[in-house]
């Protein structure tokens, strides 16, 4: 059970957008810490994809976007390639558990 | 370029002890923030311990009293001791600098630095 939640899969065709939702409460993303996005590709370690809840590191495309309100934040791909398949992870701090804490990660499948 | 390595993991017996190994080059390790996380077999990410720049450290309680997370400054090493090993603590080990941002006068603080380099992940399998 992870503190925050994440949809355990997504799918959408080549050139489709979609969306992966993080939720969780208020003491993490509602008590207003960022939220960073990272990729794992099958086989490999993740990789930062987005930090502080909308900032591409140098080398990301901008096909992929994230924003956070409230106790929630998303990550948006558009443009989807075949090989944007892999899981993703949301990740923040909670301070009821002096930590950093991730989503359970959600499996892209690209049709 | 900044690397990480992982060395050290392998299988291990029910309440035995490993030391996992994190060497580093293209960073001093001993000002940067450091942390472990493991992935279970067929499942998420989670965070396990942290080093501050200053050498504070912080581990999350599933594994509080059992691993110690630590750094030699001449090897430019990280380090995760690992006692009193269990079933769940079964999984790949990655080391991984924390970094902040920000553009003139703010910074993040602490609690927001992310995850920017991984190392390969090493391998601990806890069984008899």
């Known amino acids: 059970h992870s503190v925050l939640t994440q949809p355990p899969s997504v799918s959408g065709a080549p050139g489709q957008r979609v969306t992966i939702s993080c939720t969780g409460g208020?003491?993490?993303?509602?008590?207003?810490?960022?939220v960073h996005w990272y990729q794992q590709l099958p086989g490999t370690a993740p990789k930062v994809l987005i930090y502080?809840?909308?900032n591409r590191p140098s080398g990301v495309p901008d096909r992929f976007s994230g924003s956070k309100s409230g106790t929630s934040a998303s990550l948006a791909i558009t443009g989807l390639q075949p090989d944007d398949e892999a899981d993703y992870y949301c990740?923040?701090?909670?301070?009821?558990?002096?930590?950093?804490?991730f989503g359970g990660g959600t499996k892209l499948t690209v049709l | 370029e900044v690397q990480l390595v992982e060395s050290g993991g392998g299988l291990i017996q029910p309440g035995g002890s490993l030391r996992l190994s994190c060497a580093a080059s293209?960073?001093?390790?001993?000002?940067?923030?450091m942390s472990w996380v493991r992935q279970a077999p067929g499942k998420g990410l989670e965070w396990v311990s942290v080093?501050?720049?200053?050498?504070?450290?912080y581990h999350a309680d599933s594994v509080k009293g059992r691993f110690t997370i630590s750094r030699d400054k001449s090897k430019n090493t990280l380090y995760l001791q690992m006692n009193s090993l269990r079933a769940g603590d079964t999984a790949v080990y990655y080391c991984?600098?924390?970094?902040?941002?920000?553009?003139?006068?703010?910074?993040?603080?602490?609690?927001?630095?992310?995850?920017?380099?991984w190392g390969k992940g090493t391998t601990v399998t806890v069984s008899s």
């Open positions: 991984a600098t924390q970094v902040g941002y920000g553009s003139g006068n703010y910074y993040v603080r602490y609690f927001d630095y992310y995850m920017d380099v």
């Open positions: 293209g960073i001093t390790i001993n000002n940067s923030y």
């Open positions: 080093i501050y720049g200053g050498g504070s450290t």
């Open positions: 208020s003491s993490n993303i509602g008590a207003g810490y960022d």
């Open positions: 502080g809840n909308n």
């Open positions: 990740q923040s701090y909670d301070s009821s558990l002096s930590g950093w804490v």
